[in-house]
């Protein structure tokens, strides 16, 4: 472990949406490293019943004035450097604006930035490029007071457009004493397939472009998704829903009323009585350009503020190896020995690579190996003994960036199986729906890489600095390339002959 202290800025960013007040409160690293360590939500529907005369209502306003103050509260007792606030759709457009940021600042101290809706795309597409590795992406963001469509190809934004209408403002508009729940739901399909229409560039975008969902009610879809099928990572970050499962769930809530939503598992209480228009939204957009599923993304506007503050690079250029930025930031936070878990990372893919005749695995498993290589320490701050399980567990809980959920669990038991029998086959059968037998052979030897490459650094003073693999009848004859005396490595390396026998097949021998 390192003996230095992180230098840490803390900051506070608070992000007053139509239908929402957030505050996050985030650790900033040297090296442009972030970590959430608090948050707080309140729903104090700022742009409700807005539509009628363009003004901020009175009783809002309080509610909001009350929920900042409560904010500011938080802020003073962690002691945070810097606020980041901003106002999104309702206060964009609010007549009565510049009374209200003057009460906020005089009342609550905090100066609310209000973004136009180019900054607030933007922002989006910040949280979303630089969290996820999808090169062709379709954004939709559905805030309670706009609707956002970005697209963007090779890491550029090719198109986007803010529309003045959200959960909240549709809900209203649509809002009718005696429509049934469906006809509603579906009149609001209808009017978001003509503004559709209008945007002509939707026409053009590459077939195999992916659609993203941004928002409180792609979360709230994505929770109840995971609870419909018994999803056994809690993670909304990159989970993927396929377009039969949101159509089942949206055909079951569009028809019930407010008591029987409120009572849904995975629906906060917040967003029952708009999460039917966000939803009828989503199906009219998946229909109009025939997506078979959709991916959640967890990022957004305020991971966008956290990143272009923390990496103010991103401002301009997006991060070019999203994994390997969220990566340090847990190696950092888990205060790991980085020379270390990165020279063991660097053997474990000359391994994999020299080893790639025996284990014949594509190269995205390197992006498996990669996590559990750099992660494999991580579990020592938990308890030294048995310190690759809690590992594992870690890697499980990381909502890492830029990687799937499939190979996270992949990762997670990589790190935590040191051999074959520390693989808990209850605990594998608990992730059926993302891996399968063929993976429990793939863990089991990539584990096995991943300990020999640690042994092979078993000083952590990165005396063996290169490794040739010669496959010679019934063993492996690994050849080291050193800088001082290898001993100790070599011997610790050996200890794995056993299990490396079982995955590969072959002996071990080592020079």
């Known amino acids: 472990m390192n003996c230095e202290v992180l230098e840490l800025e803390r900051i506070a960013i608070i992000d007053l949406g139509s239908n929402n007040a957030r505050l996050v409160l985030v650790n900033v690293m040297e090296g442009g490293n972030f970590v959430v360590f608090d948050e707080l939500k309140e729903s104090v529907r700022l742009g409700q019943d807005m539509e009628r005369d363009g003004f901020l209502k009175p009783a809002r306003v309080v509610q909001t004035i009350k929920t900042l103050k409560m904010f500011r509260k938080l802020c003073d007792a962690y002691k945070v450097d810097k606020i980041i606030a901003v106002g999104t759709a309702a206060v964009r457009r609010a007549k009565n604006q510049k009374g209200f940021l003057e009460e906020v600042q005089s009342t609550c101290g905090i ?33 309670g007071g706009s609707t956002k469509i970005i697209y963007y190809n090779r890491r550029n934004i090719l198109a986007h457009e803010t529309l003045p209408f959200g959960a909240i403002t549709l809900t209203d508009l649509f809002a009718s004493d005696g429509m049934r729940p469906e006809v509603q739901a579906k009149r609001i399909e209808e009017f978001f397939t003509e503004q559709l229409d209008k945007l002509p560039w939707l026409k053009e975008v590459d077939a195999e472009v992916q659609m993203i969902g941004v928002g409180g009610s792609f979360r709230n879809v994505g929770r109840i998704s995971r609870r419909v099928r018994k999803y056994q990572l809690e993670m909304a970050h990159n989970y993927v829903v396929p377009r039969d499962e949101f159509t089942n769930i949206y055909d079951m809530i569009k028809v019930l009323d407010l008591d029987k939503k409120m009572k849904i598992k995975g629906l906060s209480s917040g967003r029952a009585d708009i999460l039917p228009c966000a939803m009828a939204l989503m199906k009219s957009f998946i229909d109009y350009m025939n997506f078979d599923r959709f991916t959640i993304s967890g990022c957004g506007l305020r991971e966008g503020l956290m990143f272009n503050y923390a990496v103010p690079t991103t401002m301009e250029k997006p991060i070019s190896d999203v994994l390997g930025h969220s990566l340090n930031t847990l190696v950092k936070y888990f205060d790991a020995n980085i020379p270390h878990v990165e020279h063991v990372n660097n053997l474990a893919t000359q391994l994999f690579k020299q080893l790639r005749v025996l284990h014949k695995f594509p190269r995205q498993y390197l992006k498996i190996l990669r996590v559990a290589a750099m992660l494999h320490d991580s579990g020592t701050r938990i308890k030294f003994y048995n310190h690759h399980k809690h590992s594992g567990y870690i890697i499980l ?73 010669d496959v010679l009848g019934d063993s492996v004859i690994m050849k080291t390339e050193v800088e001082g005396d290898a001993s100790l490595e070599i011997k610790d390396a050996l200890t794995a002959s056993s299990d490396f026998r079982k995955a590969f097949g072959k002996n071990l021998e080592i020079l």
Do not use: Q
């Not at 930035?113 to 607030?120: F, G, Q, R, T, W």
């Open 111 to 143: 100066k609310i930035k209000v973004l136009s809706a180019e900054e607030e795309a933007a922002l989006v597409y910040h949280g979303v490029i630089n969290s996820m590795d999808i090169p062709k992406g379709l954004i939709l963001e559905i805030g």
């Open 397 to 469: 809980n990381s909502n890492l960036y830029g990687i799937s959920h499939r190979d996270i669990v992949m990762a997670a038991f990589v790190s935590s199986a040191y051999n074959k029998d520390d693989i808990n086959f209850n605990d594998w059968l608990k992730y059926r729906d993302l891996i399968s037998e063929d993976d429990f052979d793939a863990v089991r030897k990539l584990s096995v890489i991943l300990r020999v490459a640690e042994s092979l650094d078993r000083s952590m003073s990165s005396i063996v600095t290169g490794l040739n693999c």
